[in-house]
C-alpha cells in the first residue's frame, strides 16, 4: 500500500476489487456476469479497463472517438472512418489498403481491448488521427477526451436489430466458454429489455450521446445504421465534414466517396480473406462472427410479434421527449 500526504492510498486493483465486490449483479443477455456500475452493466474485466483508461487516457485533439452499443454496426463504422482518414496515405482501390489484409477492429482497437492488456499503456508514438473504438456510454469517457477538441462519432442502430445481431453472435462464440452457458431467447430477451445487456441499457447509452450531439455537435456526431445503409455517399460526407477532412469537389469528381463505400461495403469486407478467417484479436471469436447478414429489420427473421410489442413498447417509453428517434 502507497501512502500520500499521510493518507493510505490502495493499489489500483485491490481498490477495483473493492468496488467490484460491492456492486449490484445479474447475468445478461448473452448470459455473461455482468455488473452495474453508475446505471449501465459491465463485465469486471471490461469496468476495469474502463477505469483504467478514465484515469491514464491522455486525449490529444486529433483524436478520434469511435463510440457504439455493442451489434450497432462498430465494424463498419471503424473501417468508413479509417479509409476517410486515410484516404491520402492509401489508394482506396490500391493493393497496399491495409483495410485489405487487416480487420477493421485490428486497424482501430477499443480502448476496452488496449487497456485490458496494459493498465497504463504509453500511446504517445501512435500515429495522428489516432482512431479508438469504445462501447462506454459518454458519462464514462475519460475527462481528457471531453475537455479536448476530439471528435466523438457515435453510431447506434434499431435495439431490435441489435438485439437479434447480439442473439446470434451469442451463438456463434464456442460453447466451451465457462462463462456462458446456454440461455433460450426468450431469457435472453426477457434481460435485453430490463437493460441487462453488455454496456447497456443501449437506449440509455444512445440518449447521452444523443443530448451531447444536439449541446455540442462540434464535439459528437449522432450517426444511425439505418442512414448510413439507406444513404452512405451522404453519411461519408457528414463524416468527413465532422472529422475537418471534408471530400473536395475533385475528389467527390473522382468518386472518392462512392469508392470508399465499395470498399468498406458489407459484401466487399465480409468477403475479404481476413475477415473469414483468423481470431487473432479477440481469441474466442472468429473474425467472421462479426459480418452476419448486415441488413435492415432482419428482426422480422427472429422476433414475435409479442417481442416486437414489448421491445417498441420499451424503447418508445426511454425516447419519447428526447427527439431522437428510431427507423
Ligand atoms: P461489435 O459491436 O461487437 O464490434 P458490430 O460490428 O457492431 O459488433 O456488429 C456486427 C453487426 O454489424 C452485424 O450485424 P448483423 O448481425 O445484423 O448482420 C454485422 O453483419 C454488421 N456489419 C459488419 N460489417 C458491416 C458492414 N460493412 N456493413 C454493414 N453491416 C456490417
Not at 469496468?47 to 472517438?65: G, Y
Not at 458519462?139 to 477538441?149: D, N, Q, W, Y
Not at 444513404?231 to 475537418?244: P, S, T, V, W
Given at each position: 500500500?502507497?501512502?500520500?500526504?499521510?493518507?493510505?492510498?490502495?493499489?489500483?486493483?485491490?481498490?477495483?476489487?473493492?468496488?467490484?465486490?460491492?456492486?449490484?449483479?445479474?447475468?445478461?443477455?448473452?448470459?455473461?456476469?455482468?455488473?452495474?456500475?453508475?446505471?449501465?452493466?459491465?463485465?469486471?474485466?471490461?469496468?476495469?479497463?474502463?477505469?483504467?483508461?478514465?484515469?491514464?487516457?491522455?486525449?490529444?485533439?486529433?483524436?478520434?472517438?469511435?463510440?457504439?452499443?455493442?451489434?450497432?454496426?462498430?465494424?463498419?463504422?471503424?473501417?468508413?472512418?479509417?479509409?476517410?482518414?486515410?484516404?491520402?496515405?492509401?489508394?482506396?482501390?490500391?493493393?497496399?489498403?491495409?483495410?485489405?489484409?487487416?480487420?477493421?477492429?485490428?486497424?482501430?482497437?477499443?480502448?476496452?481491448?488496449?487497456?485490458?492488456?496494459?493498465?497504463?499503456?504509453?500511446?504517445?508514438?501512435?500515429?495522428?488521427?489516432?482512431?479508438?473504438?469504445?462501447?462506454?456510454?459518454?458519462?464514462?469517457?475519460?475527462?481528457?477526451?471531453?475537455?479536448?477538441?476530439?471528435?466523438?462519432?457515435?453510431?447506434?442502430?434499431?435495439?431490435?436489430?441489435?438485439?437479434?445481431?447480439?442473439?446470434?453472435?451469442?451463438?456463434?462464440?464456442?460453447?466451451?466458454?465457462?462463462?456462458?452457458?446456454?440461455?433460450?431467447?426468450?431469457?435472453?430477451?426477457?434481460?435485453?429489455?430490463?437493460?441487462?445487456?453488455?454496456?447497456?441499457?443501449?437506449?440509455?447509452?444512445?440518449l447521452?450521446?444523443w443530448?451531447?450531439?444536439?449541446?455540442?455537435?462540434?464535439?459528437?456526431?449522432?450517426?444511425?445504421?439505418?442512414?448510413?445503409?439507406?444513404?452512405?455517399?451522404?453519411?461519408?460526407?457528414?463524416?468527413?465534414?465532422?472529422?475537418?477532412?471534408?471530400?473536395?469537389?475533385?475528389?467527390?469528381?473522382?468518386?472518392?466517396?462512392?469508392?470508399?463505400?465499395?470498399?468498406?461495403?458489407?459484401?466487399?469486407?465480409?468477403?475479404?480473406?481476413?475477415?473469414?478467417?483468423?481470431?487473432?484479436?479477440?481469441?474466442?471469436?472468429?473474425?467472421?462472427?462479426?459480418?452476419?447478414?448486415?441488413?435492415?429489420?432482419?428482426?422480422?427473421?427472429?422476433?414475435?410479434?409479442?417481442?416486437?410489442?414489448?421491445?417498441?413498447?420499451?424503447?418508445?417509453?426511454?425516447l419519447?421527449?428526447s427527439g431522437l428517434t428510431?427507423?
Open positions: 500500500m502507497n501512502s500520500t500526504n499521510g493518507v493510505k492510498v490502495l493499489p489500483e486493483s485491490n481498490e477495483f476489487q473493492k468496488l467490484l465486490l460491492s456492486l449490484p449483479k445479474e447475468r445478461g443477455a448473452m448470459n455473461q456476469p455482468l455488473n452495474l456500475y453508475k446505471g449501465f452493466w459491465y463485465r469486471s474485466h471490461a469496468l476495469e479497463s474502463v477505469m483504467a483508461f478514465q484515469r491514464h487516457f491522455q486525449a490529444q485533439d486529433s483524436d478520434i472517438i469511435l463510440a457504439t452499443a455493442p451489434k450497432a454496426g462498430t465494424t463498419w463504422l471503424k473501417s468508413l472512418v479509417f479509409a476517410v482518414t486515410h484516404r491520402s496515405q492509401y489508394r482506396i482501390t490500391g493493393q497496399n489498403n491495409l483495410l485489405l489484409t487487416t480487420t477493421p477492429h485490428e486497424v482501430v482497437p477499443f480502448l476496452e481491448e488496449i487497456y485490458n492488456h496494459n493498465k497504463s499503456p504509453d500511446l504517445t508514438s501512435t500515429p495522428s488521427p489516432r482512431i479508438f473504438g469504445t462501447h462506454v456510454p459518454y458519462t464514462m469517457l475519460p475527462e481528457s477526451v471531453k475537455a479536448s477538441k476530439c471528435k466523438i462519432i457515435y453510431l447506434f442502430r434499431n435495439p431490435k436489430d441489435i438485439f437479434v445481431s447480439m442473439w446470434h453472435f451469442g451463438r456463434m462464440l464456442p460453447k466451451d466458454i465457462p462463462s456462458l452457458q446456454p440461455i433460450t431467447i426468450e431469457e435472453s430477451f426477457e434481460r435485453f429489455c430490463k437493460g441487462i445487456s453488455l454496456f447497456g441499457p443501449c437506449w440509455d447509452q444512445a447521452e450521446y443530448k451531447r450531439s444536439i449541446e455540442k455537435p462540434e464535439e459528437v456526431l449522432f450517426l444511425k445504421y439505418e442512414e448510413l445503409k439507406e444513404d452512405i455517399n451522404k453519411q461519408l460526407k457528414r463524416i468527413a465534414e465532422h472529422l475537418g477532412c471534408p471530400f473536395s469537389y475533385k475528389e467527390e469528381n473522382a468518386e472518392v466517396i462512392e469508392d470508399i463505400a465499395k470498399l468498406c461495403s458489407f459484401q466487399h469486407l465480409s468477403n475479404l480473406e481476413v475477415n473469414k478467417t483468423g481470431k487473432d484479436l479477440f481469441p474466442q471469436v472468429e473474425n467472421r462472427a462479426f459480418f452476419r447478414k448486415g441488413l435492415v429489420g432482419d428482426w422480422k427473421s427472429t422476433l414475435t410479434p409479442s417481442m416486437v410489442e414489448t421491445l417498441d413498447w420499451m424503447v418508445e417509453q426511454k419519447h421527449d428510431l427507423n
